[in-house]
T-cell receptor, first 118, second 114 residues
Framework: EADIYQTPRYLVIGTGKKITLECSQT?????MYWYQQDPGMELHLIHY???????EKGDLSSESTVSRIRTEHFPLTLESARPSHTSQYLC?????????????????FGSGTRLTVV | KNQVEQSPQSLIILEGKNCTLQ??????????LRWYKQDTGRGPVSLTI?????NTKSNGRYTATLDADTKQSSLHITASQLSDSASYIC?????????????FGRGTQLTVWP
């Protein structure tokens, strides 16, 4: 079972509103990520964090902002929502050290927030 | 350009049948390849992870293969069930940074009919 939680699962909001999408993980992972996914399309990285007080922009330009004040919490904020922000937003986290057996990092996704801006 | 291409885009099979999904990638330097299952409206769930030294990995009725020389992978699903209906995403990680950059395919949408 995933130990990474996103709220809300669904959100319909009016243009111009400020929103915050919540993401929390209980695995103690240092690295966390936000992805944006449109139907039938690949996931695009919009923000990532290596740890507390570390945030970076991803490959896809986004008007959203993130913060990382606590290890377990990585919220995403849109100051003024627009219809173009309508999408699914997925939060993920990855292990800090590679697994000894494979040398790979475990990667866990949340269930996502489906955002609709009207 | 690092890319991950999946085929087919969508697939419909009858319950109990087998199927194979394909993934071709150009990511370099290669670190590992993952297959994820994503149910509609949910986040992706890991099925298998393979490094360059592995050429097959199984997880129940799911078997993934990897040919690092031709940069191809496949996911074989045996005795399909209705619950297998989902999008299957191929994800390739590079070795170029500590972030372990992930490159995502667009997924194959599998529908299993009774």
């Amino acid at each position: 079972e995933a130990d990474i939680y996103q709220t809300p699962r669904y959100l319909v909001i009016g243009t111009g509103k400020k929103i915050t999408l919540e993401c929390s993980q209980t695995m103690g992972h240092d690295k966390m990520y936000w992805y944006q996914q449109d139907p039938g399309m690949e996931l695009h990285l919009i923000h990532y964090s290596y740890g507390v007080n570390s945030t970076e922009k991803g490959d896809l330009s986004s008007e959203s902002t993130v913060s990382r004040i606590r290890t377990e919490h990585f919220p995403l904020t849109l100051e003024s929502a627009r219809p173009s922000h309508t999408s699914q937003y997925l939060c993920a986290s990855s292990e800090s050290l590679p697994r000894r057996s494979t040398g790979t990092y475990g990667y866990t996704f949340g269930s996502g927030t489906r955002l609709t801006v009207v | 350009k690092n890319q991950v291409e999946q085929s087919p885009q969508s697939l419909i099979i009858l319950e109990g049948k087998n199927c194979t999904l394909q993934c071709n990638y150009t990511v370099s330097p290669f670190s590992n390849l993952r297959w994820y299952k994503q149910d509609t409206g949910r986040g992706p769930v890991s099925l298998t992870i393979m490094t360059f030294s592995e050429n097959t990995k199984s997880n129940g009725r799911y078997t993934a293969t990897l040919d690092a020389d031709t940069k191809q992978s496949s996911l074989h699903i045996t005795a399909s069930q209705l619950s297998d209906s989902a999008s299957y995403i191929c994800v390739v990680s590079d070795r170029g940074s500590t972030l372990g950059r992930l490159y995502f395919g667009r997924g194959t949408q599998l529908t299993v009919w009774p």
